[in-house]
């Protein structure tokens, strides 16, 4: 076993055993990926998910998410590989666009949960933890490959900061001291993670809040932190990614706004605390027979437009159908399937 150092650092860019090279830049993303599993398998029981179904989704989601920074990467720098299509695919020198990632893995999501039958709010909630998760850890691949920095600076301003010795040596590059961009980053996402996981066993936001969270949050972050990097993927004059992350601001803000004004859920909590089941479900309870009396409204305002006698026969005839409701607003809407969901409404109409 051997150390790889192809850059002459402080550190090492990893490790040869056996002939086989151990990039660190691919183990931080694969801890990164771990981590983000377990967690989303860890909420989806809170929640009574299929944990198949999540870790299925974790599996193919990350692959594609992968793929997608890649390709993303890739087109913004084709001029880099057009004449050398092999190292298009090696990832392990880096080049993940971590935007072309966000936008696969939340498109994958949503039609992944349409099929599945999944509550498509609490899985892009998942999705956001677990991009917060990824890219804390990744940036650290960034450290090891002295990639994802920042411009010029100084050892004294280095030495301001509250940060070990190693990363200050690290940000050494060929006798000059950059800025740790990579560590601003990573303290920013994990700044946001925790804030979200203490924030929603409060009564403060609502199932779904936390994906359009890290879109405001993580693109507020990134436009400060790439006007910093000096390895910007550029739109003529313009930093792409700046640009991509107004993008998500905007789309971050436009999506809570449309949540809270046609969605309404309920909050974060309810879902966590099992004291709350009670409640979750007689809220359930409640919207479905909501939606129960309105298609009965309907249905009664369609019959008085069109008076037949033969269809007013088959009426006193045939017994009215208790109206169903469909699966996918069941999966919409009540993640717990228990007694309460009966016996709590019963239990209101006999105190009525």
């Known amino acids: ?15 040869e055993i056996a002939g086989i090279q151990i990039r660190f830049y691919a183990l931080c993303i694969l801890f990164g990926m771990i981590i983000a599993i377990i967690l989303g398998i860890r909420e989806c029981k809170k929640m009574e998910i299929s944990t198949d179904d999540i870790f299925n989704g974790a ?17 913004f720098e084709w001029d880099t590989y057009k004449n050398n299509f092999a190292e298009v695919f090696a990832i392990w020198n880096g080049g993940l666009a971590i935007h072309g990632g966000i936008i696969v893995a939340f498109v994958f999501a949503f039609f992944y949960c349409r099929k599945k039958k999944i509550n498509v709010l609490a899985v892009l909630d998942f999705v956001a933890i677990g991009l917060l998760v990824g890219q804390i850890c990744g940036r650290w691949g960034n450290f090891f490959n002295q990639e994802a920095h920042g411009g010029e600076t100084t050892l004294a301003f280095l ?59 993580y693109g507020i972050g990134r436009f400060w932190i790439e006007g910093m990097r000096t ?3 550029m739109i003529g004059s313009i930093k792409q990614n700046q640009l991509i ?18 969605l309404k859920p309920m909050y974060y909590i309810y879902y966590l605390v099992p004291e709350f089941e009670p409640v979750i479900n007689k809220k359930m309870n ?37 109206y169903e409701v469909p699966e996918e607003l069941k999966t919409d809407a009540p993640f717990r399937k228990s007694k309460y969901i ?11």
């Open 286 to 322: 409640e919207r479905l027979i909501a939606r129960d009396e309105r298609i009965a409204l309907e249905e009664a305002m369609l019959n008085m437009d069109s008076p037949n006698e033969k269809n007013e026969e088959v009426k006193k005839e045939e017994p009215i159908e208790q």
């Open 231 to 233: 390895d910007s993927l």
């Open 342 to 352: 009966v016996d709590d409404y019963e239990a209101d109409d006999d105190k009525k």
């Open 1 to 15: 076993m051997h150390v790889i150092n192809d850059l002459d650092a402080f550190l090492p860019q990893g490790i």
């Open 245 to 262: 992350s107004i993008v998500l601001i905007v789309l971050g803000i436009a999506y809570l706004i449309f949540k809270y004004v046609k």
């Open 159 to 217: 030495h301001s900061l509250p940060i070990p010795e190693f990363i200050v040596k690290q940000m050494e590059i060929d006798g000059v001291y950059y800025h740790p961009t990579f560590l601003y980053e990573s303290i920013w996402n994990l700044v946001c993670l925790f804030a979200v996981l203490v924030l929603r066993r409060t009564k403060t936001i609502r199932l779904g809040d936390i994906a359009g969270i890290y879109l405001i949050w």
């Open 59 to 75: 599996v193919i989601g990350i692959i594609l998410g992968i793929l997608g920074a890649r390709i993303y990467y890739v087109i």
